[in-house]
């Protein structure tokens, strides 16, 4: 199983940025491809973007602003966010992905980072 710490949301305007990370402890994390998940209120959680070893993958809703790494090294996966928009406002999670879901029986979900983008 995996352990998961989300961190970096905040409070940012209309076309702001921000970079959120994503620290893994546990299994060997680069076995994992990993994705970045996002659950808005009263919404169901949903893709954000995912990344592999050898490409990236994302919603069409963030495709262009958003940008997805990881560093194998430092077990830390990141999602870079620019021209953030009003309806980005979530909390995110990260957790190893299987297509554009989340892998099942992975570990626990972490804590999340909050997003809150104002207009």
């Known amino acids: 199983q995996v352990q998961l710490v989300e961190s970096g949301g905040g409070q940012v305007q209309a076309g702001g940025s921000l970079r959120l990370s994503c620290a893994a402890a546990g299994r060997a994390f680069n076995i994992y491809a990993m994705g970045w998940f996002r659950q808005a209120p009263g919404k169901e959680r949903e893709f954000v973007a995912r990344?592999?070893?050898?490409?990236?993958d994302y919603a069409d809703s963030v495709k262009g602003r958003f940008t997805i790494s990881r560093d194998n090294v430092k077990n830390m996966l990141y999602l870079q966010m620019n021209s953030l928009k009003p309806e980005d406002t979530a909390v995110y999670y990260c957790?190893?992905?299987?297509?554009?879901?989340?892998?099942?029986?992975?570990?626990?979900w972490g804590q999340g980072t909050q997003v809150t983008v104002s207009s």
């Open positions: 957790a190893p992905s299987s297509g554009t879901s989340w892998l099942e029986g992975f570990g626990s």
């Open positions: 990344i592999s070893r050898n490409w990236t």
